[in-house]
């Protein structure tokens, strides 16, 4: 059974960064890719990055494009999400997760084990 566990999310204003990091253990981390979800209220679950096991490989929305980065430190097992210029529409929680293939996938079904969510809270 994989735990993962969120942090450094809280309230920033418009323009500003954070880092968010997610701490897994209980798996084979480096065998599975790594994802970035959020969830604004009232609004589905929605992907935002994904990180193929190795590392090689990245993925983003398009909305985040240019000024989120994944990455991940498969010795520390930890994923990162770096969030620059951020904008009012990105507030959300956000939650990491594990999935269940090697590569970096965009699918929300491809990921099987979630943490329980950090909020970004980004003012205008």
């Known amino acids: 059974q994989v735990q993962l566990i969120e942090s450094g999310g809280g309230l920033v204003q418009a323009g500003d960064s954070l880092t968010l990091s997610c701490a897994a253990s209980?798996?084979?981390?480096?065998?599975?890719?790594m994802g970035w979800f959020r969830q604004a209220p009232g609004k589905e679950r929605e992907f935002v990055a994904a990180?193929?096991?190795?590392?090689?490989?990245?993925r983003y929305t398009d909305s985040v494009k240019g000024r989120f980065t994944i990455s991940r430190d498969n010795a520390k097992n930890t994923v990162y999400l770096q969030m620059n210029s951020l904008k009012p529409e990105d507030t959300a929680i956000y939650y990491c997760a594990v999935g269940r293939v090697s590569f970096a996938s965009t699918s929300i079904a491809d990921f099987g084990s979630w943490g329980q969510g950090t909020q970004v809270t980004v003012s205008s």
């Open positions: 990180i193929r096991y190795s590392g090689g490989t990245t």
């Open positions: 209980g798996r084979t981390f480096s065998t599975y890719a």
